[in-house]
């Protein structure tokens, strides 16, 4: 019986796993030549950009038989800024290859990518690529692996000739030397077979432990090859068909699917690509997803010999395109959302303003990055409609090159960029109360709101809290007020988001529906929720100031690996850049220098390291916290209609403007 196993290729960059899934392809058939990342042939890099640049930006999935195994392959990005679309592939993956380059070795991104493989227990296989290129040090490469990734791993073979175009790879005949003491270590009963040396412990019974194991992801077999000359990739396609375990899920449970891709097609057809967990969809099915959102499914597409078909249906462990799910977006479940879905990786820190080189193209620029906001979610749209200006999230520098050829290849627009700042937050600082009293002259609004603001612990979010009887007023009033305060909160006393608090409403009044005699109703007379969401910002604001706030930057962990004769260069740098290294470790003929890094110097680090260490620097970096900002408080121009400033506020929603504040 066919088995599906989704598959992931992970790497840093120029590891060489683009290559990799091309010989994967052309061993399986799929393709009749070899595809070149330098020629821009390549089967998954379909971007124009991709084919230029040589890396790949975007996941792609390609399908695939291997024996009795449907594999469906997904190409995913290796530089870090585009880590939001690994993080995507990671929700729907059984099992993944991490590619490891014989020359260049553990890189930073490495380290991170394994890290978050181990933490998500994704069933992980090694393949170190590149044996035959110049300076290839398997040996070396299997002891960093060993040192800084995981210990558990289990070298499958030997390479003769490396670092020649003679290279090749040698599966050991039987099992590796040291497995049995490798598997041990999870299983009580083979740890007593091994003491005992037991002739129990077969070949047959070894490789089935080797096989639980990598399934539970505790062991990690090691493959050597080259994804050009195709030494190893053999052995390698036989781990993964032997070694990885297949999808789970029944066919004919509840629907459970999650969408981890959207592309816009030849019509600007919205696509979803979904991952199925459970159930089956079909042809013509209305679907729910998101909150409470559904949609009827017009077309169905698996999938297949490296191609997608057109199917009826898409069952469990399959990977397909929907169509017809025009409210679709990246990360919606699909029917039952499964447990522990989620992001593995924190969102953006840096910010920049997009400028159409014509002031024409305004608005199809809006139009054109909210579509590529779809395709990727953590790429927050900022519209300041009071400076005609959109701001983007991004993870780094490359972002800008993607999103401005992105924008001239498929939409037609020229843009360019302002400067890269960094996105803050703001905390408050204690508690803080207002209140609009309805009817009242220094109220305009036929609404009456009380709100206080406290702080909360970080990573809660926002909570909005009834002090009052819900049946005090028309439930669609409280939800106007609690929909904007969300809203308002987008936006602090300095125009960065305020992202954990709790809010409490403490006073709540309307007047009911009214009209004149023999008249119909009265908007005059009568209180609706626009009156409430017109007063909620004045009231909130006015809270919020009073609670006052504190504006924090992010901070990246690092850790650098430096040589030892570069420590006294290094050190005063990483002071300059206001970072805070803690005391430098010695390893071997280098030292290891970890700390914290403000978000937005960063990018200066990553430039200047090579310059600092000949070149030989190693530098790993994530988002770790946010700190108050020392010195110089930064601000964020505001986008909205400035609730701080009241009678400028009032003029903008156009109501009779009233003299003193919030009580």
Same mark, same amino acid.
């Given at each position: 019986?066919?088995?599906?196993?989704?598959l992931?290729?992970? /790497?840093?960059?120029?590891?060489?796993?683009?290559?990799l899934?091309?010989?994967?392809?052309?061993a399986?058939?799929?393709?009749?030549?070899?595809?070149?990342?330098?020629?821009?042939?390549?089967?998954?890099?379909?971007?124009?950009?991709?084919?230029?640049?040589?890396?790949?930006?975007?996941?792609?999935?390609?399908?695939?038989?291997?024996g009795?195994?449907?594999v469906?392959?997904i190409?995913?990005?290796?530089?870090?800024?585009?880590?939001?679309?690994?993080?995507?592939?990671?929700?729907?993956?059984?099992?993944?290859?991490?590619?490891?380059?014989?020359?260049e070795?553990?890189?930073?991104?490495?380290?991170?990518?394994?890290?978050?493989?181990?933490?998500?227990?994704?069933?992980?296989?090694?393949?170190v690529?590149?044996?035959?290129?110049?300076?290839?040090d398997p040996?070396?490469?299997?002891?960093?692996?060993?040192?800084?990734l995981?210990?558990?791993?289990?070298?499958?073979?030997?390479?003769?000739?490396?670092?020649?175009?003679?290279?090749?790879?040698?599966p050991?005949?039987?099992?590796?030397?040291?497995?049995?003491?490798?598997?041990?270590?999870?299983?009580?009963?083979?740890?007593?077979?091994?003491?005992?040396?037991?002739?129990?412990?077969?070949?047959? %019974?070894?490789?089935?432990?080797l096989?639980?194991?990598?399934?539970?992801?505790w062991?990690?077999?090691?493959?050597?090859g080259?994804?050009?000359t195709?030494?190893?990739?053999?052995?390698?396609? =036989?781990?993964?068909?032997?070694?990885?375990?297949?999808a789970?899920?029944?066919?004919?449970?509840?629907?459970?699917?999650?969408?981890?891709k959207?592309?816009?097609?030849?019509?600007g057809?919205k696509?979803?690509?979904?991952?199925?967990?459970?159930?089956?969809?079909?042809?013509?099915?209305?679907?729910?997803?998101a909150?409470?959102?559904?949609?009827?499914?017009?077309?169905?597409a698996?999938?297949?010999?490296?191609?997608?078909e057109?199917?009826?249906?898409?069952?469990?462990?399959?990977?397909?395109?929907?169509?017809?799910?025009? =409210?679709?977006?990246?990360?919606?479940?699909?029917? +039952?959302?499964r447990?522990?879905?989620?992001?593995?990786?924190?969102?953006?820190?840096?910010?920049?303003v997009?400028?159409?080189?014509?002031?024409?193209?305004? /608005?199809?620029l809006?139009?054109?990055?909210?579509?590529?906001?779809?395709?990727?979610?953590l790429?927050?749209?900022?519209?300041?409609?009071?400076?005609?200006?959109?701001?983007?999230?991004?993870?780094?520098?490359?972002?800008?090159?993607?999103?401005?050829?992105?924008? /001239?290849?498929?939409?037609?627009?020229?843009?360019?960029?302002?400067?890269?700042?960094?996105? +803050?937050?703001?905390?408050?600082?204690?508690?803080? /109360?207002? *209140?609009?009293?309805?009817?009242?002259?220094?109220?305009?609004?036929?609404?009456?709101?009380?709100?206080?603001?406290?702080p909360?612990?970080?990573?809660?979010?926002?909570?909005?809290?009834?002090?009052?009887?819900?049946?005090?007023?028309?439930?669609?009033?409280?939800k106007a007020?609690?929909?904007?305060?969300?809203?308002?909160?987008?936006?602090?006393?300095?125009?960065?988001?305020?992202p954990? +608090?709790?809010?409490?409403?403490?006073?709540s009044?309307?007047?009911?529906?009214?009209?004149?005699?023999?008249q119909?109703?009265?908007?005059?007379?009568?209180?609706?929720?626009? =009156?409430?969401?017109?007063?909620?910002p004045?009231?909130l604001?006015?809270a919020?100031?009073?609670?006052?706030?504190?504006?924090?930057?992010?901070?990246?962990?690092?850790r650098?690996?430096?040589?030892?004769?570069?420590?006294?260069?290094?050190?005063?740098?990483?002071? %300059?850049?206001?970072?805070?290294?803690?005391?430098? %470790?010695?390893?071997?003929?280098? *030292?290891?220098?970890?700390?914290d890094?403000?978000?937005?110097?960063?990018?200066?680090?990553?430039?200047?390291?090579?310059?600092?260490?000949?070149?030989?620097?190693?530098?790993e970096?994530?988002?770790?916290h946010?700190q108050?900002?020392a010195?110089?408080?930064p601000?964020r121009?505001?986008?909205?209609?400035?609730?701080?400033?009241?009678?400028? *506020?009032?003029?903008?929603?156009? %109501?009779r403007?009233?003299g003193?504040?919030?009580?």
């Amino acid at each position: 019986m066919s088995r599906t196993l989704n598959l992931g290729i992970l /790497a840093h960059v120029d590891a060489g796993k683009t290559s990799l899934t091309e010989r994967l392809l052309h061993a399986a058939g799929v393709i009749d030549h070899v595809g070149s990342v330098d020629d821009g042939s390549t089967q998954t890099d379909s971007l124009a950009l991709e084919r230029r640049r040589g890396i790949t930006i975007k996941s792609a999935v390609v399908s695939f038989h291997l024996g009795d195994n449907t594999v469906n392959l997904i190409d995913t990005p290796g530089h870090p800024d585009f880590i939001a679309e690994v993080e995507r592939v990671l929700s729907v993956l059984d099992g993944a290859v991490l590619v490891i380059s014989a020359v260049e070795g553990v890189q930073a991104q490495t380290r991170v990518l394994m890290r978050t493989l181990r933490r998500l227990r994704i069933p992980t296989l090694i393949f170190v690529n590149k044996i035959d290129r110049g300076g290839a040090d398997p040996d070396r490469v299997l002891r960093a692996i060993a040192d800084k990734l995981v210990p558990t791993i289990v070298p499958m073979g030997t390479v003769t000739a490396p670092g020649t175009r003679a290279a090749g790879y040698v599966p050991h005949p039987g099992p590796p030397p040291g497995l049995a003491e490798v598997l041990a270590e999870h299983d009580d009963a083979l740890l007593a077979a091994y003491v005992d040396d037991e002739p129990a412990l077969s070949p047959g %019974r070894l490789r089935a432990e080797l096989a639980a194991q990598t399934a539970h992801a505790w062991v990690h077999p090691v493959y050597l090859g080259s994804a050009i000359t195709g030494a190893g990739v053999g052995e390698l396609s =036989d781990g993964i068909a032997s070694l990885l375990p297949a999808a789970a899920g029944e066919p004919d449970a509840p629907v459970s699917g999650t969408v981890f891709k959207v592309e816009r097609g030849p019509a600007g057809e919205k696509i979803a690509y979904v991952r199925m967990f459970a159930g089956t969809i079909r042809l013509r099915d209305r679907v729910r997803f998101a909150a409470g959102k559904e949609g009827k499914v017009t077309a169905v597409a698996v999938f297949a010999d490296g191609t997608t078909e057109v199917r009826d249906a898409v069952v469990a462990g399959e990977i397909g395109k929907l169509w017809g799910l025009a =409210d679709i977006r990246i990360g919606d479940a699909i029917g +039952c959302p499964r447990e522990g879905a989620g992001h593995h990786f924190a969102p953006p820190t840096l910010e920049t303003v997009v400028v159409p080189t014509r002031s024409a193209d305004r /608005a199809p620029l809006h139009v054109a990055l909210t579509q590529l906001a779809e395709q990727d979610p953590l790429i927050n749209l900022r519209l300041d409609e009071v400076r005609q200006e959109i701001s983007v999230s991004l993870y780094g520098e490359v972002q800008k090159e993607v999103i401005g050829a992105t924008l /001239a290849d498929e939409f037609g627009l020229a843009v360019s960029f302002r400067e890269t700042t960094t996105i +803050c937050v703001e905390r408050p600082a204690g508690t803080g /109360a207002a *209140y609009e009293l309805i009817g009242k002259d220094t109220n305009p609004f036929l609404a009456q709101v009380g709100l206080r603001v406290d702080p909360a612990p970080r990573g809660s979010g926002v909570e909005f809290r009834l002090g009052v009887e819900l049946g005090s007023m028309p439930y669609a009033f409280f939800k106007a007020v609690e929909e904007t305060v969300h809203e308002v909160l987008r936006q602090g006393l300095r125009g960065w988001q305020v992202p954990d +608090c709790v809010v409490t409403m403490t006073h709540s009044g309307y007047y009911p529906r009214q009209s004149h005699a023999h008249q119909k109703f009265d908007k005059s007379m009568s209180s609706t929720a626009g =009156d409430f969401r017109n007063l909620t910002p004045l009231v909130l604001m006015t809270a919020l100031r009073r609670a006052g706030t504190v504006v924090e930057e992010p901070m990246h962990r690092f850790r650098l690996e430096i040589p030892a004769d570069t420590l006294g260069v290094v050190l005063p740098a990483l002071t %300059r850049l206001r970072a805070v290294p803690a005391a430098p %470790r010695p390893a071997g003929a280098a *030292y290891v220098v970890t700390g914290d890094v403000p978000a937005g110097a960063v990018h200066e680090l990553q430039q200047m390291l090579p310059s600092w260490t000949r070149g030989e620097g190693m530098l790993e970096y994530e988002f770790d916290h946010y700190q108050p900002v020392a010195g110089a408080v930064p601000s964020r121009p505001r986008t909205d209609h400035n609730p701080l400033d009241r009678k400028e *506020y009032l003029l903008q929603v156009q %109501r009779r403007v009233v003299g003193a504040g919030a009580r």
